[in-house]
């Protein structure tokens, strides 16, 4: 099955979903595909990962910073997302990495990187 995604758009085996903003870069990992969004500079959307069956099923968008830690200041979006040993993480412009679940969004933990 051919996933692949230009600007704004993601194209599935038999879907295509189009978001407000440009697609980053898109994660394939077993059975999902993690869509990290592109979001503008000054633009108020932080959560921007998203992940997808093959067929093109929502099954999450990344759990709410504020809701998991509602003192941390600073929210901004997630600028790339990685998948090592069995861990999705997300990281932000101020460094911050976000261990994040895979089955349901939810974020686990972080960390500073800088």
């Known amino acids: 099955m051919t996933i692949s995604f230009k600007?704004?758009?993601i194209r599935f085996e038999e879907k295509e979903?189009?978001?407000d903003?440009?697609?980053d870069k898109i994660k394939e990992i077993d059975n999902t595909v993690v869509?990290?969004?592109d979001i503008p500079?000054?633009?108020?959307?932080?959560?921007n990962l998203l992940?997808?069956?093959?067929?093109?099923?929502?099954l999450w968008q990344v759990q709410d910073?504020?809701?998991k830690y509602p003192d941390l200041e600073g929210i901004i979006p997630f600028i790339d997302v990685f998948y090592n040993d069995d861990i999705l993480?997300?990281?932000?412009?101020?460094?911050?990495?976000?261990?994040?679940?895979?089955?349901?969004?939810?974020?686990l933990d972080f960390h500073a990187v800088k």
């Open 51 to 58: 992940a997808f069956e093959k067929n093109g099923k929502l």
């Open 65 to 67: 910073i504020k809701e």
């Open 41 to 47: 500079p000054k633009v108020n959307f932080y959560r």
């Open 35 to 37: 869509v990290l969004l």
């Open 17 to 19: 979903i189009t978001f």
């Open 7 to 9: 600007g704004d758009t």
């Open 89 to 107: 993480s997300a990281v932000d412009f101020y460094g911050r990495n976000f261990k994040i679940s895979l089955t349901n969004g939810n974020i």
């Open 21 to 23: 903003y440009n697609i």
